[in-house]
């Protein structure tokens, strides 16, 4: 059974920082490409970043060069580094992990990240 838990969000005044985790459980977690996403009020929910289980990340445009995604497979966990926060990235962030073998994939709950202008 796999569960997510992410946590750091908060409010940050706009340009300033965040770092997101998530923390993993089950066994899988070492084979799984790990990704965020985030929902806006009234919007859908948009891909942010992704990592392999190896290998750097992939990103959003709008958060290139600003976010940062990285793992740590001894500790089942994936962080997202937000920099030069804005407005605009507010909203709630979930981590999703997607199975390589099998394809399911999983969701935490999600963490609130308001950015003040």
């Known amino acids: 059974q796999v569960q997510l838990v992410e946590s750091g969000g908060g409010l940050v005044q706009g340009g300033g920082s965040r770092r997101l985790s998530c923390a993993a459980s089950?066994?899988?977690?070492?084979?799984?490409?790990m990704s965020w996403y985030r929902q806006a009020p009234g919007k859908q929910r948009e891909f942010v970043a992704s990592i392999g289980s190896v290998g750097t990340g992939a990103y959003a445009g709008s958060v290139k060069g600003r976010f940062t995604i990285s793992r740590d497979n001894d500790k089942k966990a994936v962080y997202l580094q937000m920099n030069n926060l804005k407005p605009e990235d507010t909203g709630i962030y979930y981590c999703?992990?997607?199975?390589?073998?099998?394809?399911?994939?999983?969701w935490g709950q999600g963490t609130q990240v308001t950015v003040s202008s």
């Open positions: 089950g066994s899988i977690f070492s084979r799984s490409v």
């Open positions: 999703e992990l997607t199975d390589t073998i099998t394809a399911y994939n999983y």
